[in-house]
């Protein structure tokens, strides 16, 4: 067969709202999930008993199931269990926030709790409260150790914005799927559905280096 | 009034007992050399001085504060009781006048020109004015080590404890940091230090303890007791760091 450009270039509209909304799903998804994950985290980390078995429970809750049971469950049983109606576009962003937020709360206990245990003491020997120790003198140096995780994290998450074509999003697979359907063109389609993905994924990754390289590491 | 008072302090690690029953008084101005077997509890009775570990007997008071009250309570004791710690642990994203000048800072509440100069100040007392703006990375472990001095000293204490300050050193950097303790002990700084170095327990040290199994078994003078140690144990251990 032939390769058609001009599908590609009648598609190109309709995929590039796609890549927007999955752009935005998981700007917002990352956003919420390096929020909930440096809580979470910590909370494992330096919690007491009850916070950090909290934080573990919600850790396994999501580590343990897959995402799109996680959407699903937000998008369908939320609103028969608590009444609560979201919208496609919103179960998706929260599925992200919340199934991230797992991960990178793996992410920085581990990166925090790999800091030479010396520097925490030689913070609080000097009579710094325990959140200055974390903040100015652990999280910095954390921070730096987190980044190569974190970048594998973001690529993660942002392909996993491809399987909330089971709840209807508009989002860049689900974009691909119904030109398909409709020109039988899956060669040219899923290509450019491909490469767009890989623009993105490779945009992050170089952000990614370009932060690491500013960084020195510690 | 003594700076520092112990009074019957028990430590244990679980089922271990580390510190048996210490009475200790030290008063201010003194420079108090501490040594003993590996395991005896040297390092453990620092930590308890500045409430990195809590005591599970007894008490003990620094600057007329004890241990055992709050949280905001032991800050204030860490704020008088300055550590020095074997391995430095300068704060690694920070240069050395960043390191001085942090405890100013966060721990005084000192504005930022305000710190920076006094950690300048302190960084030309430890031999170190060109070295501001290095790393730790950057730095010798004798130009580290003399850096964390300079950060506890930052902080003003009212008193220095130093852990084996020297041990993680090649003998050649040793000096420019005992030099540096040597002076601050000259100024009347009160000093509790862990060492193996006899010739700075015998020319800077007022008082010499021998701690062994979680106890003193041995407090006095250095000179004297370093020449004729009247303590068996004492004498073997003298033999062996020599
Ligand atoms: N965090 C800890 N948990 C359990 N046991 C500990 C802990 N810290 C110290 N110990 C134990 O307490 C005892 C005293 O340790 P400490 O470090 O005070 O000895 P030290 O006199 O400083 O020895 P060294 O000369 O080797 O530094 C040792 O038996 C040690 O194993
Ligand atoms: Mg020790």
Known sequence: MEFDWSVIVDATPALLGGARLTVLITLVGLAGGLAVGFVAGLMRAYGGRFLSA???TYIELIRGTPIVVQVMFIYFALPVLADIRVNPMTAAM???????GAYIAEIVRGSFLSVHKGLKEAGLAMGLPMWKVLLYIIGPVAFRRMIPPLGNQFIVSLKDTSLFIVIGVGELTRQGQEIMAANFRAVEIWTAVAILYLLMTGTLTLILRITEKRMRML | MSLVKLSKVTKTFG??????????????????VLVGPSGSGKSTLLRCINALEPINGGDLIVDNISVRAGRSQIR?????????FQQFNLFPQMTALQNVAFGPRHVRG?????????????????????R??????????????????????????KLMLFDEPTSALDPELRHEVLQVMKSLAEEGMTMIVVTHEMAFAREVGTRLIFMEDGKISVDGDPASLLSNPDNQRLREFLQHVH
């Open chain 1, 54 to 56: 909290l934080a573990f």
């Open chain 1, 94 to 100: 929260t599925a992200i926030i919340v199934n991230a």
């Open chain 2, 15 to 32: 089922t271990v007992v580390v510190l048996q029953e210490v009475d200790l008084s030290i008063e201010a101005g003194e420079v108090v």
């Open chain 2, 76 to 84: 204030a004791i860490r704020q008088e009781a300055g550590m020095v």
């Open chain 2, 110 to 130: 000192a504005g930022k020109a305000e710190a920076l100069a006094q950690a300048q100040a302190l960084l030309a007392k430890v031999g170190l004015a060109e």
């Open chain 2, 132 to 157: 501001g703006h290095h790393y730790p990375s950057e730095l010798s472990g004798g130009q580290q080590q003399r850096v964390a001095i300079a950060r506890a000293l930052a902080v003003k204490p």
